[in-house]
């Protein structure tokens, strides 16, 4: 299915409404109707006196010819012959309806028709309605406001296509209320469907939509859409603190730097290069926290070097390999890479200078050299790894400063007295480490106090043996 539904050169796509057939709900007839608007259908059930209701809104309204509808029958209401009749009647009512109102519905008859739901007018004028009335409130209130990918594109296909703001008269449904909203709202949040949405056959990851008529953004979060059909993202640059983008993208640079496919060579403000540079490209300087977990990244490349201020970065749940490129991100104390293919850590200390906690768990990690010179780490999380050898903990057993430690899910935590063991490594703060979030006992601690003691007595003895054969 193709995103869009406009048509061509700002044509209005065709529009049809089917009745495709009916089914027995308790003792009334429900129509089915497929309504189609360009390339996206959709389908919305009505009983007869849903109709009724309808024609006699849109006779007191819009002066539509009372007999244009088909009468009611009491008789025999359900009767196979009278339904297949009616049904074909229902579905001339609704074309000759759609032929009498070929751009904007009536709000009556585009409720009816889930036009407010499904199709660009009728979203574009809900919404504008919608704000209307509450856009006042929700930005004095300071209020996250949720809005799907199909919101966001209608409002975007409106605007490209020019129209008056206002299409059908009605002042509460002008663009403007849109504009005006967006331009000074701070929170937004952006939830697509993982698959069709609703009824309809509109697959909202494949719909472009643009983000430039956020002016104002401190905090953007952004689920099941389709990370490289979103525009104007980087025209909230100034100001956007938090952002957070799921389920969307295959890569950091298509949301961090889209442009920077267009160029050869790009280098971030402020920064030297020794090659020649194509564009220079302004960083996220706002920006102190990024969640693009639970995507299809499969590597931390360079455009990191345009969010020096972050400080909580989550990158779990995808497909990284290699912790790569984080030594351009010099405020960074927060770092989530749960849950993605890292086998090594080798030189990660070069990467990760400040860190304070460290979630690697859900890994296929063997060996935790690397850690070892990581001081300012508080907590880290090591769970659902491969990690067999009690060895191993000796890489973070002297770092001053590491208060919980998981190691569960890990071949070694089914190792006899793996508690005691894996404390011991921490000598004389071993009272001071919480491990697996089960708090120390004294009873741990004694053990580990033996544990110590024999371990240094084997070290003397080994001092000694080695000293004799010396002599």
Known sequence: MEAAAGGEDGEEPPREARVLGSELVDT???????????????????????????????????????????????IGKNSKSLV????????????????????????????????????????????AEELFHKGEQL???????????????????????????CANGDAKTDLGHI???????????????????????????????????????????????????????????????TLSV????????????????????????????????????????????????????????????????????????????????LQHLYNLVHLDLSYNKLTSLEGVHTKLGNIKTLNLAGNQLERLCGLNKLYSLVNLDLSNNKIEQIDEVKNIGNLPCLEKVMLSSNPLSIIPDYRTKVLAQFGDRASEVCLDNIVTTEKELDTVEVLKAIQKAKEVKYKLSNSDKKK
């Open 84 to 127: 297949e009749k009616r049904q074909k009647e229902l579905e001339v009512y609704l074309q000759t309806l759609l032929l009498k109102f070929p751009v904007t519905a009536p709000k009556v008859l585009s409720h009816f028709l889930h036009f407010h739901l499904y199709e660009i007018n009728g979203i574009t004028a809900a919404l």
């Open 246 to 325: 799921r389920f969307s993208a295959t890569s950091m640079k298509e949301i961090l730097v889209p442009e920077a496919s267009e160029f050869d060579h790009w280098e971030p403000e402020d920064a030297t290069s020794s090659c020649p540079v194509t564009a220079i490209i302004p960083t996220w300087r706002t920006l102190t926290t990024l969640d693009m977990s639970h995507n299809s990244i499969s590597e931390i490349d360079d455009s990191v070097k345009l969010i020096p201020k972050i400080e909580f970065l989550d990158l779990s749940h995808n497909g990284v390999s290699l912790v790569e490129n």
């Open 139 to 165: 930005l004095m209130a300071g209020e996250v406001f949720t809005i799907r990918p199909l919101q966001l594109y209608a409002v975007t296909q409106q605007l490209l296509q020019g129209k008056p703001t």
């Open 179 to 241: 504009l005006d909203f967006t331009c000074r709202l701070k929170y937004l949040k952006v939830t697509g469907t993982g698959g069709p949405f609703g009824t309809s056959n509109i697959q909202e990851h494949l719909l472009p939509f643009d983000l430039s008529i956020f002016k104002s953004l401190y905090q953007i979060e952004i689920s099941h859409c389709g990370g490289k059909l979103i525009k104007g993202l980087t025209s909230s640059k100034h100001a956007l603190a």
């Open 28 to 74: 009334y007839t429900v129509y089915i109707i497929q309504v189609s608007v360009g390339n996206h259908q959709w389908t919305v059930k009505h009983r007869y006196s849903d109709f009724h209701d309808l024609h006699e809104k849109l006779v007191s309204e819009k002066k539509i010819d009372k007999n244009l509808l088909p009468p009611k029958k009491i």
